[in-house]
């Protein structure tokens, strides 16, 4: 009941005049963008907390008020006079120091209470982490206590009891001292020094831009020792409260008998295999556009794997940002901004390709959350795409891009896969799977499919198959689109035919066991080719489900423990060799993710 009655009487007390204010003040301090950016207004806030008691100056009433569902919070001052102001403050380095004033709004005439507009807690694009806390000037200044000041993610900082010991990285040495960083099988981090004497010290540095810096992060623990050895208490390095993921810590010494310290490497800590990965990836996504930067069609195989991610895992934490990805997306864009083409609404471009990727995307949101807007959307995606089936040229098929320049295998493997999805998803369909039908019958003998069972880029201009590069992805499509529509329907051959290209992909494709893109060992592979394997992956996972066939598992396996054996640095960044690292960037850090988590099981 408080939170309804403070927002009535603040957004009944508070004119609009105070924003001009705001603006003014704010000018100052650079804007910080996180699901929304800095200056939203309070009335668009999805919830009102009060974490920290109000602070009282001459009988006015300073409160700070926080939404966590948006990472923002705002102040409000009451039962006050004319000119009584109220302001935030925040810091990015733990409250040491701050950018004052922000939205600073002066009580009106005539009026007793006034309020600022909203200020994002932290900066996830920027990767920093801040601290926010209410003001006020009512014939004297004070300020509420900072918000937030420790990380909760499995537990909070300053925690104890870990549950499990690991170390992943090597311990350091410092005058005969072992300094250690230890993570539990929650992902919190604690330091420990031993072999040493009374007065040591012992401490975690916090980074939230990989190392780089850790201000408002450094000696967090900190301990001295009382004999031989010592530890600090627990601290996290993911904040879901401030949308922050991707941290990293370390733990650094000090002997008793010098000032000179030493720390180990870096490192993400983790639950698991897939939360280390999936933690990495979202180090790299854009919270206020809601996508990975630069990249259209990858984004959408970005978000599907982390929704694989969550179905897996059973995890709900990273279940925002699938609203928030459709949200944001789904209108238009002009060329340039998010792809090179412009998008038309409804996730719809010309290239033909990139509109199906979001149409699975949207499957799988589905299939996460069943909300029904999602299933929505992937119609009305599929409609779109069904416009460029032709019978006129090759005897059926889509066509690549709107020129129709084009018929090749991945728009026609994702068709296949998203029209059977549908009727799969429809009661009562037969259009939808009469269309999956035509399609993998028409695929099947297109010869894309070569006498190797190896799928090609696409057909010639004379309807042949054109002998370009098999791709790992349009391998896995077409292993995908046979397994969708053998769910539909029954038909042994279908699940025949999935498995068939499964052992071709798994023998021609995997030189040493390890499915290698030809691109991998001049690392030359594009930002395109980068995100290949990780779709094989994805639809080989559902061959192991649909099959119970251990050997797909094996396989799988194999290539998770590759990719973490020989592609991973201490910070879980995942490369594009499987087999010997390589480049990375957050596109092959999503297909490694799709890679580890095929070995898991359903």
Not at 394 to 414: H, I, M, P, Q, S
Not at 428 to 453: K, Y
Request: proline share 3%; hydrophobic share 40%.
């Amino acid at each position: 009941m408080r939170v309804l009655l403070a927002l009535a009487l603040l957004f009944t007390l508070t004119p609009a005049l105070p924003a001009e204010a705001v603006a003014a003040s704010a000018a100052s301090a650079a804007s910080v963008c996180s699901v929304a950016c800095d200056t939203l207004d309070p009335s668009k806030a999805q919830e009102e907390t009060f974490p920290v008691p109000e602070k009282v100056i001459n009988g006015r009433r300073v409160v700070l008020h926080v939404s966590d569902k948006d990472a923002m919070a705002w102040g409000s001052i009451d039962n006050g006079v004319t000119n009584d102001a109220v302001w935030l403050d925040r810091s990015w380095d733990g409250g040491a120091t701050w950018d004052g004033l922000l939205g600073k709004a002066w009580i009106p005439s005539g009026w007793t209470g006034t309020r600022t507009l909203m200020y994002n807690l932290a900066d996830p694009v920027g990767h920093r982490r801040g601290l926010i806390r209410a003001c006020g000037d009512a014939a004297g200044v004070d300020c509420t206590a900072w918000v937030h000041t420790a990380v909760c993610a499995a537990a909070c900082d300053g925690s104890t009891g870990p549950s499990g010991d690991n170390q992943p990285v090597p311990s350091t040495t410092l005058s005969g001292r072992r300094i250690a960083l230890h993570v539990d099988n929650r992902g919190m981090a604690w330091g420990t020094i031993d072999n040493g004497s009374a007065g040591d010290e012992i401490w975690l540095d916090r980074s939230w831009n990989e190392g780089a810096s850790w201000p408002g992060g450094s000696s967090l623990g900190r301990t001295s020792s009382v004999s031989s050895s010592a530890s600090t208490l627990l601290y996290a390095t993911s904040d879901p409260l401030s949308k922050l993921y991707g941290g990293a810590v370390r733990a650094c010494g000090r002997a008793a008998e010098g000032q000179n310290g030493s720390c180990t490497a870096w490192a993400r800590p983790a639950t698991d295999r897939v939360g280390a990965a999936a933690d990495a990836l979202m180090y790299s996504y854009q919270p206020n556009t809601a996508w990975w930067l630069s990249s259209w069609w990858n984004s959408a195989v970005a978000v599907t794997t982390l929704m694989d991610y969550q179905q897996r895992t059973r995890r709900t934490d990273l279940r925002w940002i699938v609203n928030e990805v459709f949200e944001k997306n789904r209108g238009v864009f002009p060329a340039g901004v998010k792809s090179g083409d412009a998008l038309e609404g409804n996730f719809v471009s010309r290239a033909i390709d990139d509109t199906e990727w979001w149409g699975i995307a949207w499957i799988q949101a589905y299939d996460l959350t069943g909300d029904q807007r999602y299933l929505d959307m992937a119609v009305t995606i599929a409609n779109y795409v069904q416009g460029y089936w032709d019978t006129s040229t090759c005897g059926g098929g889509v066509w690549w891009d709107r020129e129709r320049t084009y018929k090749n295998a991945v728009t026609n493997g994702l068709y296949i896969r998203l029209t059977a999805a549908l009727h799969n998803r429809l009661p009562g369909d037969t259009v939808w799977l009469q269309r999956a039908t035509t399609a993998w019958n028409w695929f099947l003998h297109s010869g894309l499919i070569n006498s190797a069972q190896l799928v090609n880029d696409g057909l010639t201009g004379s309807c042949a198959n054109n002998g370009q590069t098999v791709w790992t992805y349009n391998q896995g499509l077409a292993i995908g689109g046979a397994l969708e529509l053998w769910r539909a329907t029954g038909d042994g051959s279908l699940l025949t035919a999935a498995r068939r290209l499964g052992d071709a992909g798994m023998s021609a494709l995997s030189p040493g066991g390890i499915l290698t893109e030809s691109c991998d060992a001049a690392d030359s592979c594009d930002d395109n080719q980068k995100q290949f394997k990780g779709v094989f992956m994805r639809y080989l996972m559902d061959l192991a489900d649909s099959t119970g066939d251990a050997s797909y598992r094996t396989y799988a396996q194999r290539q998770a423990d590759s990719i973490w054996d020989h592609d991973r640095d201490s910070l879980s960044r995942l490369g594009q060799r499987w087999a010997a690292g390589g480049v990375r960037d957050w596109r092959t850090q999503a297909s490694a993710l799709g890679g580890l988590l095929a070995a898991t099981t359903a």
